[in-house]
């Protein structure tokens, strides 16, 4: 029995292992010893900015789309970004599927990005909008159905 019990344990303890997804920061001691004098200064600096994201309700894997994300000011008008911004997509589940693309500015305070999912699932989304030396962001989980199946009905003649 204990014999048992030693072999599960070591099997698992090595499916852990080699089957780690990766979601560990490598520098996470070193970004963590400032964080609250970051986070302290940062409030300070905060522009009042609000980032909203429009994702399609049609939003299908392996399926091109658009996404818009808008940015206003404390007074509830659209905010100038001087370096644009960037979209971030993880893969909470596998590391290697994580991808990043530039999104395109629409108008002011306005911008989009047109992205394929490759796989079914949640996604943990990240919108980078950088001001001078400061970087302002927007995280928001995107579960992405399938794509749709046509119902294959037979003609009636």
Known sequence: MLLVVLVVNATLFILGMSTNPGLVIE???????DYEKNWISRQNRDPGWILRADV????????P?????FLVDRAGQPAVVESGAHFHAYRPSDVKQDFDLPMVAE?????????????????DTLVA??????EFSLGKRIK????????????IN
């Open 144 to 155: 992405v159905p399938g794509p749709l199946k046509e119902d294959r009905v037979p003609a």
């Open 56 to 63: 399609p309700q049609d939003l299908r894997a392996g399926e």
């Open 129 to 134: 909008v950088r001001q001078g030396d400061e």
């Open 27 to 33: 520098n996470f001691y070193d970004r963590g010893q």
């Open 65 to 69: 789309a658009s996404i818009r994300f």
């Open 107 to 123: 108008g002011r305070g306005r911008f989009r990005v047109d992205v394929t999912f490759p796989l079914v699932g949640v996604w």
